[in-house]
C-alpha cells in the first residue's frame, strides 16, 4: 500500500514513562502493594502494555479535523474535543469523556489543590519530606530524581509503606503520566496531597492530567509541522499513552491484528490491552490500519464516541464527571441549602423540604397543602433536635471554621428551624398521584434557579410533560451503549 497522500513521515518520541509502573511494582513489597491499592490509582498497578506506540499516535494526529456539522443533538458538544476524520467523511471524538473511561480519573469542578492540603502549606514543610528527605536543606528542592533513587536504591534509614506509597504516586503521576524529566522539581503542592490519602483518592486527576495532554493533542503536530522534514522529530509530552489507547479502543472491531482487548467489562479500560503481537510495525502498516474505512461496512467502522458499559454506569468516578460534564455538579464548599425529599407512609405522600442551615429556615415544597401539615411540624422539630448530632459527627465545626454560623450552633444542642411554605408551588391535578413528579421538579428549580416552572399554569400537563422528560433521560442512559443491541431472528412458521 502507498504512503497516504499529504502524509507526513517523522520520528515521533512520546515522553510518559509507563513503564515506571511495572518497575515499582516489582520494588514494592507485598504490604506496600496492598497500601498502593487503597488508592485511586490503585488498579494501574497491574499495568502490562507499556508501550507508547508513537507511530500508530504520529499517523492518527495528522487526521485531525472540525467537529462534523448537525451531530449536536446525538452528540452534545464538548468544551474541549479534538475529532479525527476518515474517508469516507466519517469522524470520531476525542474528549474528555473518552479520557475519563479510558482512564477511570474522575473530573470535578474543585481542580485547585489549595482546596485539598492545609492552608498552610506555603508556610510549613511537608511532613514526607521530613521524614523521608531530612538530610536536604530546607529550601532545596526535591525533584523526580531524588524520589526514583530513593524508591529504587533504598535510604539509611527505615522508610514507611505508606510513605513508599506515597512517593510510588507522585513518581507515577510525573513520570509515567506527564512525562516529565528527572530534573524536574516536583511541586510542594504534591507533597502535602499526598500526606492525606482520602484527600488524594478524592481529587479530580482527570482534570490534572487531562489539562496536560489535551492541548497537545490538539496542537502538539500542527504546531510542528511546517518545521518538519522527512527523517527529523518530534516531541510531545502529556499523557499520550491514553491518546493510543483511546486509538485502539475505537479501532478494536479491526485493530485485532495489532493490539486485542482481554476483557471487554475491564475498568479501566487502558489496563485490557495487549499486543497481538511483537512484531515492528512501518508506517505503511499503520496507515493500513488507520485507513480501514476506505471499504469497510458500518459495522467494521470506529466507533465515533466511547459509551460506559453497565459496570462502568456504576462507577462513582464515571457518575461523578459526568455531573462535571453536564454542569450538574454542586461545589460542596459552597452549599447553603439541603434538598431533603420526604415520604410519609401512612398518608402516601412525598413532599420537599429545603433546610438552609445559615438562615435556620425550612422552605417546604407541598404539592397538596394541608394533607401533612402536622406531620411536617413534627419533622422539622425532629430535624433541629437531630442535626447538632450528625454535624458534629462529620465534623462540621471544624472544617468551617471561617462560616459565621460555627460560632452560633456549635454549642446548641438543638436548633429551632422557621419553617415557611414555599413560594409559587401549584396544587398537583389528575388522578395519577403527582406529588413525587412535583418533588422531582422543585429539586430542578431549586438546584438550576429556574425562574419559573414550564405550564405553571396547568400543573397537570406539567407533571405529564416531566414524566415524559424522565423517561426519556433513563431511556438514553441505559441503552446508550456502545454495541447495538442484537437483533432478534424471525421465527420461520411451519
Known sequence: M???????????????????????????????????????????????????????????????????????????????????????????????????????FKFSRRTD?????????????????????????????????????????????VVSDDDVVRLAIILIVERAFMGKQGIHVVSKKYLW????????NDYPWGNRIWDATY??????????????EVGKGYTLVGFMWSFKIWILEAYR????????????????????????????????????????????????????????TDVESGCQWWLKSCQYFDGTEVDEEGVTCILIPVHFYDAQHFILIVLNLEEQKILVYDS?????????VKLTKDLGDQLPVYLRAIDYFNQKQDS????????????????????????QGGSNGDCGVWVCIHMERVIFGWDEIPNIGDPKKAAEDYRVRMAKTFFRARFDTQEPPPKEKAKVGN
Open 404 to 427: 459565621q454560623i460555627v460560632d452560633y450552633l456549635e454549642n446548641k444542642e438543638s436548633i429551632e428551624f422557621m419553617t415557611e411554605a414555599a413560594p409559587v408551588v401549584p396544587v
Open 368 to 376: 397538596l397543602p394541608g394533607h401533612v401539615d402536622q406531620e411536617i
Open 215 to 228: 492541548p497537545v493533542v490538539k496542537d502538539g503536530f500542527q504546531a510542528r509541522e511546517s518545521q518538519l
Open 193 to 200: 496531597l499526598v500526606e492525606d490519602f482520602a484527600k488524594l
Open 2 to 104: 502507498s504512503q497516504e497522500q499529504g502524509y507526513v513521515e517523522a520520528k515521533l518520541t512520546l515522553k510518559n514513562m509507563l513503564n515506571v509502573i511495572p518497575q515499582l511494582k516489582a520494588s514494592m513489597t507485598e504490604n506496600q502493594q496492598k497500601n498502593f491499592r487503597g488508592t485511586c490509582f490503585g488498579p494501574w498497578l497491574d499495568l502490562s502494555y507499556t508501550g507508547n506506540d508513537p507511530g500508530l499516535v504520529h499517523a492518527m494526529l495528522q487526521r485531525k479535523s472540525e467537529r462534523p456539522i448537525g451531530i449536536d443533538e446525538k452528540y452534545p458538544a464538548d468544551d474541549e474535543e479534538i475529532w479525527f476524520s476518515f474517508r469516507p467523511n466519517f469522524k470520531i471524538r476525542f474528549s474528555r469523556r473518552e479520557f475519563c473511561l479510558i482512564t477511570g
Open 113 to 157: 489543590m489549595a482546596h485539598y492540603i492545609p492552608r498552610s502549606y506555603d508556610v510549613e514543610t511537608p511532613p514526607i519530606r521530613r521524614r523521608c528527605f531530612p538530610n536536604r536543606k530546607v529550601n532545596s528542592n526535591i525533584t523526580i530524581t531524588d524520589i526514583q533513587k530513593l524508591l529504587y536504591d533504598g535510604a539509611d534509614f
Open 253 to 308: 472491531r479491526t485493530i485485532k491484528s495489532f493490539a486485542h482487548k482481554t476483557d471487554k467489562n475491564g475498568v479501566p479500560r487502558a489496563l485490557f490491552w495487549k499486543r497481538s503481537s511483537a512484531e515492528t510495525f512501518s508506517v505503511t502498516d499503520y496507515l493500513h490500519l488507520l485507513n480501514v474505512m476506505d471499504d469497510c461496512p458500518k459495522n467494521k467502522r470506529p466507533f465515533r464516541t466511547l459509551h460506559p
